[in-house]
Structures are given as C-alpha cells and as structure tokens.
C-alpha cells in the first residue's frame, strides 16, 4: 500500500511540475520579467529529479547511493535559485 501511495504522490508531483513549468513559461512570454527566469529553471529541475524518481520506482534506471546526494544537491540548488530571484529578481 505505500509503495502505491508514494508513487501516486510521485506521479502526481510529476505533473504539478509540468504544469508549473508550462505557466511560468508562458508568463515569462508574455511579460519577460527577471525572476520567472530564475523559477523556471527552478521548476525545470524538479521536473528533472521527479523524473528520476519515477524512472527509479519503476526499475528503468538503477537506485543507487549516491542519488541521495544528488537530490539533495538538486534541493540546494533549488534554494539558492529562489534566493537570487528574491534578491536580484525585479
């Protein structure tokens, strides 16, 4: 049951970050305002590391100990971004 759950919630996580993406995109179109720069790629890599999750749940790509770390580099990376777009982004 919590594999099914944690999946679902990993899937779902997945299409959020789509979504999101897909609207800061086309705000970003629509008003070229510096910080949407900095959310997306925000955005883009969550994208990225739900991504590997699901290719991990699923079996496509191994898990392997090190991804850890590369979650947690992704979440830092993700904090300084949102850092920058606070500070710097007008």
């Known amino acids: 049951m919590m594999l099914e759950l944690s999946t679902f919630f990993e899937a779902l996580s997945l299409v959020i ?3 999101l993406l897909a609207v800061t995109v ?3 179109l ?4 510096k910080i949407l720069k900095y959310i997306i ?3 883009a890599l ?3 590391q739900d991504i590997a999750l699901i290719l991990q749940v699923f079996y496509i790509i191994p898990y392997a100990a090190y991804d850890t770390d590369l979650f947690v ?3 830092l990376a993700i904090l300084a971004l949102f850092y920058m777009g606070i500070v710097r982004g007008n």
């Open 26 to 28: 086309s705000a970003w």
């Open 41 to 43: 790629v925000v955005f």
């Open 17 to 19: 970050s789509i979504f």
């Open 30 to 33: 629509k008003r070229r305002l």
């Open 73 to 75: 580099l992704v979440d």
């Open 46 to 48: 969550i994208l990225a």
